[in-house]
T-cell receptor, first 113, second 112 residues
């Protein structure tokens, strides 16, 4: 089983719908991240959380919200999806020392029509 | 956050050594340098990490000069399966609220 699990893996939705992407991890890491990747581009940070009570905006947080329900769970929500949020979304975790080793999930491909 | 600059793309042939350089001029004293590999539609995968001089593991070597303003990922004898995007990332032990931001990466294409 994967250490970092994302659900759903694929989702097609319509403009204006609310969407939640979920991430759970069994690595016991305190830090969790949500990234977005558009075709041919690098990863952009949406939100990150250093512990259950700590939530921070990344580069591109507009239009997104997150919830850290427990150490192992970090959800990303699109309150009202729009077509330019069509992308591949990755969840990642890291240990407390922020040295750069991230562990990624397999990604959630979201298409907004 | 330390900004990184990498070549957009590189081409190579099977069996050759590939060196990908990353520039990080404003690297901080406590920053580590980490490289990731990403295949299409998959999450990035950790390759190697270093702080200074040279680090080697079973898949790659990482060379970091004394001023640490750049680093070079060396892939020995590449194969077709090394075709991927490679990201250089700079981050540090936490002295405050920091997070890690990826650049655009280097797209490596290995030809037969």
């Amino acid at each position: 089983d994967a250490d970092v699990t994302q659900t759903p893996r694929n989702r097609i939705t319509k403009t204006g719908k609310r969407i939640m992407l979920e991430c759970s991890q069994t690595k016991g890491h305190d830090r969790m991240y949500w990234y977005r990747q558009d075709p041919g581009l690098g990863l952009r940070l949406i939100y990150y959380s250093f512990d259950v009570k700590d939530i921070n905006k990344g580069e591109i947080s507009d239009g997104y919200s997150v919830s850290r329900q427990a150490q192992a769970k970090f959800s990303l929500s699109l309150e009202s999806a729009i077509p330019n949020q069509t992308a591949l979304y990755f969840c990642a975790t890291s240990r407390g020392l922020n040295t750069g080793e991230l562990f990624f999930g397999e990604g959630s491909r979201l298409t907004v029509l | 956050l330390a900004k990184t600059t990498q070549p957009i793309s590189m081409d190579s042939y099977e069996g050759q050594e590939v060196n990908i350089t990353c520039s990080h001029n404003n690297i901080a004293t406590n920053d580590y340098i980490t490289w990731y590999q990403q295949f299409p539609s998959q999450g990035p995968r950790f390759i190697i990490q270093g702080y200074k001089t040279k680090v080697t593991n079973e898949v790659a070597s990482l060379f970091i000069p004394a001023d640490r303003k750049s680093s070079t990922l060396s892939l020995p004898r590449v194969s077709l399966s090394d075709t991927a995007v490679y990201y250089c990332l700079v981050g540090s032990p936490d002295t405050g609220r920091r997070a890690l931001t990826f650049g655009s990466g280097t797209r490596l294409q290995v030809q037969p």
